[in-house]
């Protein structure tokens, strides 16, 4: 019999594996607690990895939490964007299969009090700028009005809190998912484009 191997694979993992995975257990710790309960402890406990060698990749705890979220926004669009035929649909539920793929990043990244740092919170707006963008456009509204906009904006927000809601009821299908958030952001958007045609002109004061 040979001799078992004693040898942490950890310590055999290139930069850029490491950084990912000390991302992954972020992302973990984040989920079940919040960013200022976290401590730096905690994360290189569970990665297995010394003070040294966490402060190595990140200066601080911050900018380990912003790292995180840089790595979801990146996967998550790149998610959605590599698609060569996209539909609304497609869109929608390719955001609800990453939900489901990754329980996880969305909480930590809305539930884990991340956005309490301004870099974060416009990093999260930015990304949900983009992605308000894109499905207005794959609805026929490549230039949107404000109102549009509005209505894509409180769209996503309830996007996420049904995602969240998700979570805890799996007998729900992504595609009814899906499907109620379509419908949603049809109506929110036709509800808000309407109003624009019953909007008093403002009064002269001459």
């Not at 040294?52 to 990749?57: G, R």
């Not at 991340?114 to 894109?134: C, G, K, N, V």
């Not at 109620?180 to 019953?198: D, I, P």
Request: charged letters at 25%.
């Amino acid at each position: 019999m040979s001799p078992a191997n004693t040898t942490d694979p950890r310590r055999r993992l290139q930069p850029e594996q490491r950084r990912e995975e000390l991302v992954r257990v972020g992302v973990e710790l984040f989920a079940e607690g919040t960013l200022d309960r976290t401590h730096v402890n905690e994360i290189i406990k569970r990665a297995g990895v010394s003070r040294t060698l966490f402060y190595h990749y990140f200066p601080s705890k911050m900018a380990f939490a912003r790292a995180i979220v840089e790595y979801e926004i990146l996967h998550l669009h790149g998610l959605v964007e590599q698609q060569t035929a996209l539909t609304l649909e497609g869109a929608i539920s390719t955001f609800a299969g990453y939900v489901k793929a990754r329980p996880d990043s969305l909480r930590a990244l809305h539930t884990g009090g991340l956005d309490q740092d301004p870099e974060i919170a416009a990093a999260l707006a930015t990304s949900f700028e983009r992605y308000e963008r894109l499905v207005l456009m794959l609805m026929g509204i490549p230039e949107p009005d404000a109102r549009a906009m509005f209505a894509a904006h409180v769209w996503i927000s309830t996007m996420i809190s049904l995602c969240l809601a998700w979570l805890d009821h799996p007998e729900i299908s992504q595609e009814t998912i899906t499907n109620m958030s379509a419908q949603t952001l049809r109506s929110l958007v036709s509800q808000a484009r309407q109003g624009a045609e019953h909007t008093p002109e403002p009064v002269s004061d001459r």
